[in-house]
């Protein structure tokens, strides 16, 4: 990861009394950093990303655990996916269709996805490219699903379609489920063979798939990698954030002043979050132990009977990667709240104290969540109320630093200063409507 670190810069970017000169500050951010896109092929994606017919039941969409209203999250601290009803916060579920359990990871945000050094995604990093394979990929899946993907932003998508709390639904409801459910996933009868024949179905996406893309009009059917593919060209278009305060400051443009000024002092000097949030995206991309509360179900497998999240330790198998996770990007962060991986804070403040006291953090925790009601055989707090799996979270994070109000108070500052007003609204906004008919979350 290139960093720069000459006074010239820190002088330019800070004003006032912390403003030191031996602040290490990222470059700015160019077109260079971005893959290109295509207008059509944008155009495509953003009718896909809020279409529900991607799911096994025609009743969730990308959009709806990636709302533009919750800063491309959906406000919660687990989501609720298949059999949940509503939006964000207001989301809630119904005796008639009741989810299996919440979601165990928080929703991510989809800031600066598109950007070539983002080559590593998921909470746990499960999906990340690999020239050295055939798909230029290395998934969970089987190689033969890595290829025909633009990159690892469009192979992500493959995960929630797949997923029976997320997008599939669950064993015997659709028929995407029961092919999910029956292992049939690529080839004729296979779940991505079903979503495919769905959309290339509609007239208006079966004409829009043809003028994007040369292999379809030429008569290749619709596969799912093309759907794919639009989404992650829509997502890279939509929420490219790169024009906020802190932009601005690294361009030259205006320094940051006062509080913001302290709290970037701060952030690049003895708070140490520079040492993982760095770069012009503020992620090394690599995952760490901080001692993050868990909660919900866990990440695990129906048969096994923990709520425990092992992380990292689950993709590579190695303990010393047991409760690690991936460093989220830093862009829009004080919108994009509950924090952590498990969303185990709604105060972004909190968060701050607790993450960095790492241990002693997670040993004063104080629970306040978003979780809509759901009734659920795993208990939402197994872990934090089993002191020896306690002791190990703890255990993994070590000791941290104490942060005073008046810290956290100037961190929060600098922290509002990565806001991007344009990404948040997004580019093209929320369709009035896509193709299939179906409704709209808005």
């Not at 002088?11 to 912390?18: I, M, R």
């Not at 049939?184 to 769905?198: C, L, P, Q």
């Not at 004409?207 to 890279?236: C, E, L, M, Q, W």
């Not at 995952?287 to 179900?297: D, K, S, T, V």
Request: charged share 20%; proline share 7%.
């Amino acid at each position: 990861m290139r960093r720069t670190g000459m006074a010239l810069v820190g002088l330019t970017l800070l004003t006032g009394s912390a403003a030191m000169a031996d602040t290490h500050l990222p470059r700015t951010v160019s077109d260079a950093d971005y893959v290109e896109t295509d207008a059509s092929e944008v155009a495509l994606g953003q009718l896909l990303f809020y279409d529900r017919i991607l799911s096994g039941n025609r009743n969730i969409a990308c959009a709806t655990c990636h709302h533009p209203r919750f800063a491309t999250s959906d406000g919660l601290s687990l989501g609720l996916g298949e059999g949940g009803v509503g939006l964000g916060p207001d989301r809630h579920v119904t005796a008639e269709d009741t989810p299996e359990q919440r979601i165990p990871r928080n929703a991510t945000a989809l800031f600066n996805l598109g950007a070539q050094e983002f080559t590593v995604l998921f909470h746990d990093g499960r999906i990340e490219a690999d020239p050295s394979r055939p798909g230029g990929l290395r998934t969970p899946m089987a190689e033969d699903m890595e290829r025909g993907f633009s990159g690892v932003l469009s192979a992500q998508t493959m995960f929630p379609v797949l997923s029976p709390d997320e997008m599939a639904g669950h064993y015997s409801e659709s028929d995407v489920s029961k092919a999910v459910r029956s292992g049939r996933i690529t080839g004729e009868g296979g779940a991505w063979d079903i979503i495919s024949k769905r959309v290339a179905a509609i007239p208006d996406y079966a004409a829009r798939f043809k003028a994007v893309y040369p292999h379809v009009a030429g008569g290749t059917p619709v596969h799912f990698t093309d759907i794919s593919n639009a989404i992650a060209a829509f997502v890279a278009f939509e929420w490219r954030s790169d024009e906020s305060p802190f932009d601005a400051a690294l361009r030259g443009e205006a320094p940051l002043s006062g509080a913001a000024a302290d709290g970037a002092a701060l952030f690049y000097g003895n708070a140490g979050c520079a040492e993982c949030h760095a770069g012009p995206f503020l992620t090394d991309h690599d995952f760490h132990a901080m001692g993050a509360p868990q909660l919900g179900p866990g990440k695990a497998e129906r048969f096994e009977h923990h709520a425990r999240d092992d992380g990292r330790m689950r993709v590579t198998g190695r303990e010393e990667d047991r409760f690690a996770f991936r460093t989220p990007s830093l862009r829009n962060v004080t919108k994009t709240g509950p924090w952590g991986h498990a969303g185990g804070h709604d105060d972004l403040r909190a968060f701050l104290a607790d993450h960095a006291a790492r241990a002693d953090g997670l040993s004063r925790y104080t629970r306040h969540v978003v979780l809509p009601e759901l009734p659920e055989t795993k208990p939402d707090w197994a872990v934090m109320d089993t002191p020896q799996e306690v002791q190990a979270l703890a255990a993994a994070a070590g000791p941290g630093k104490t942060l005073t109000g008046e810290e956290i108070a100037a961190l929060m500052a600098f922290l509002d200063t990565l806001t991007d007003p344009v990404a948040l609204s997004g580019r093209l906004g929320v369709p009035d409507s896509v193709p299939s008919g179906l409704p709209v979350d808005r």
